[in-house]
């Protein structure tokens, strides 16, 4: 049953409330030895009601440009973003699927696919076997495929 789009909405910007918080706050408050981030963490708690609605309406660009950002600014390494299968579990995790797929990946392992779309891999295997999802020249599953999926359950 899908969610009342009003939680969905509080899920995610509470996620990133949290997120932002423990990623980036809560060091910055420990690098300038204890030093307030209040006023920071009132305009991230503000933000993040933007951000999920950016995340959740109904334009793409916008969106994307958003996840870029997040993603960036959370997850910074020298390496290509590549979470766990876990992560896409996550509110974040979800919206990211729908919006980019992968977003650092032209293929997805079949786990990875069942993952970011909520189901086993098994299920995987019988919606390539349907035509509903297509196979990767390389191996697994395209990504782009698992996110058109996901659109067209969205819409």
Do not use: C, N
Not at 56 to 64: F, K, R, S
Not at 99 to 124: C, D, E, K, N, S
Not at 146 to 151: G, H, I, Q, S
């Amino acid at each position: 049953m899908a969610q009342d789009s009003t939680a969905v909405h509080a899920e995610l910007a509470g996620e990133l409330v949290r997120l932002v918080g423990g990623r980036l706050l809560d060091p910055l408050e420990i690098l300038l030895d204890g030093a307030g981030t209040g006023p920071l963490r009132e305009r991230v708690r503000a933000d993040a009601e933007m951000w999920a609605a950016r995340l959740l309406g109904p334009a793409d660009e916008p969106a994307v440009a958003l996840v870029a950002r997040l993603l960036a600014a959370l997850y910074p390494g020298d390496e290509p973003f590549d979470p766990p299968e876990s992560w896409w579990r996550t509110p974040l995790g979800r919206v990211t699927a729908r919006r980019v797929g992968h977003p650092a990946r032209r293929r997805v392992a079949f786990a990875t696919a069942g993952a970011m779309l909520g189901i086993t891999r098994q299920g995987v295997h019988d919606l390539v076997s349907r035509g509903k999802l297509r196979r990767h020249p390389d191996g697994g599953i395209d990504s782009e495929s698992v996110r058109e999926r996901l659109r067209a359950l969205a819409a």
